[in-house]
């Protein structure tokens, strides 16, 4: 048993903080038997780590990020999405056909990810199936968690970019058998990139892979009009984007859709019929022109919300900052409908952790039987005077903090080291 003693602040649920001052977190095996205001008793004897005057929060889950654009953040901010995939982001792609290559940018995006704070990610990698295991295995050296998907297309991209339905398949196989075990902290998903990218004939077999080795599905739906227009065009027997999904088995409890900007009547109802998981991606949303996504509309309707960077599309790693960008969007839905609430920062907080969590397990709270994911906040640079409250310090923190205030990093219970540090 260890002791983590820290200003104790989660979301039990999505409108409320817990806060615990000065409290301590017990974490027996990876994960939290209890947290506490005063030390018990049979606990005395424990070893305890002090923090001090630190908050001590749940570690942050970015529901959507592109590994293989790394190099092109903060670039290329000048095109909507279907010129932008085609004009810059197809070519670095490319670009994973190289090991070498892969391997030098995927550990510079394992440590961006680190650094800010984000302990477990829903990745897509590229069509590149080496390439692929080497993000899976500098994920895990590092003790990290996530669930990464060797991207599946094979039309409306270069030919170097394209699969077979039966390479996808030995590719899945492969990486099952490698990675799928029930104490692997990174896992693989079934990863369609979007219905333009993938013929009806490798969306059955996604849909098919998905229930042979029970595992979940990444993708993206209702991004952008023009996308939307060319999806109804290639699937016209399909009610609308999200059903040309459903039809090929793709949508479910354990599927998460990135964006979703554009969903509404009977799509809105598809989702949450099925239990699909919206990973909101403000900053892409914003830089590729597709629309602000009606976030409140998603959790009223009890549809789970989940953050993500989308970097490349997206510029920042930060999900601090994505929990800001959130709140401002829906300030600006709220402008237009007031009997839209936007949302608090209790709620953008929650989807970040417990929320977002849920889709890794047990994971974004502090409660008990809950993996230990947690970061250390020292934001003695951000408090002025001894005034603010602990929500006041936490909420400055995510406004105007950044990576060089995080102390430290957790993952299921070990301190998580820099990933450039590891060999």
């Known amino acids: 048993m260890q002791i983590y003693h820290a200003n104790i602040i989660h979301t039990p649920e999505r409108q409320r ?9 017990a974490v027996s095996d990876g994960r939290v038997e209890g947290v506490y205001r005063e030390l018990p008793a049979h606990l005395a004897d424990c070893p ?3 923090w001090g ?3 001590l929060i749940p570690a942050m889950n970015d529901m959507h990020v592109h590994a293989p654009q790394y190099r092109n953040q903060g670039i290329a901010m000048d095109e909507e999405l279907l010129p932008w995939l085609q004009n810059y982001t197809f070519p670095e792609e490319l670009k994973y056909a190289d090991t070498a290559y892969a391997a030098r940018m995927y550990r510079h995006f394992v ?4 650094r800010h704070g984000t302990m477990r990610a829903v990745a897509f ?3 590149h199936f080496e390439s692929t295991r080497i993000l899976m295995r500098l994920l895990d050296d590092a003790g990290m968690g996530g669930r990464v998907g060797k991207v599946n297309m094979n039309r409306n991209c270069p030919e170097g970019l394209q699969e077979s339905v039966e390479e996808a398949r030995a590719a899945c196989d492969a990486l099952v058998q490698e ?3 029930e104490d692997s902290r990174v896992r693989p998903i079934v ?3 979007f219905i333009p990218s993938c013929t009806p004939d490798l ?3 996604c849909g098919e892979m998905a229930r042979r080795y029970h595992l979940p599905v990444q993708s993206h739906l209702s991004e952008n009009h023009d996308e939307i227009a060319l999806v109804r065009a290639l699937e016209p027997e399909s009610r609308h984007y999200a059903d040309a999904y459903d039809r090929y088995g793709l949508l479910g409890p354990s599927t998460v859709m990135a964006h979703c900007v554009w969903t509404d009547g009977d799509e809105f109802e598809m989702l949450r019929q099925r239990g699909v998981m919206v990973a909101h991606c403000p900053t892409s949303n914003f830089n590729v022109a597709s629309g602000l996504a009606p976030v409140r509309r998603f959790l009223d309707a009890g549809i789970p919300v989940g953050l993500g960077s989308d970097v490349s599309a997206g510029h920042d790693f930060s999900i601090f900052r994505m929990m800001v960008y959130a709140i401002q969007v829906s300030k600006m839905h709220y402008e237009r409908d007031h009997s839209c609430a936007f949302l608090t920062l209790s709620e953008a907080f929650w989807m970040a952790t417990k929320c977002a969590g849920a889709f890794f397990g047990r994971v974004g709270s502090f409660e008990p039987g809950y993996d230990f994911d947690a970061l250390v906040i020292d934001d003695s640079p951000l408090v002025i005077d001894d005034s603010y409250t602990l929500l006041q310090r936490l909420e400055r923190f995510v406004y105007i903090g950044d990576d060089r205030h995080i102390a430290a990093r957790y993952c299921q219970g070990r301190l998580i080291p820099d990933p450039l540090s590891i060999p």
């Open 179 to 181: 990675f799928e075990r």
């Open 17 to 25: 903080f817990e806060v615990i001052p000065h409290g301590y977190v």
């Open 191 to 193: 990863t369609p990139r």
């Open 53 to 55: 005057d630190r908050l």
């Open 125 to 127: 990698a590229s069509v």
């Open 48 to 50: 305890v780590t002090d």
């Open 203 to 205: 969306l059955a077999a």
């Open 111 to 114: 440590h961006d990810l680190w």
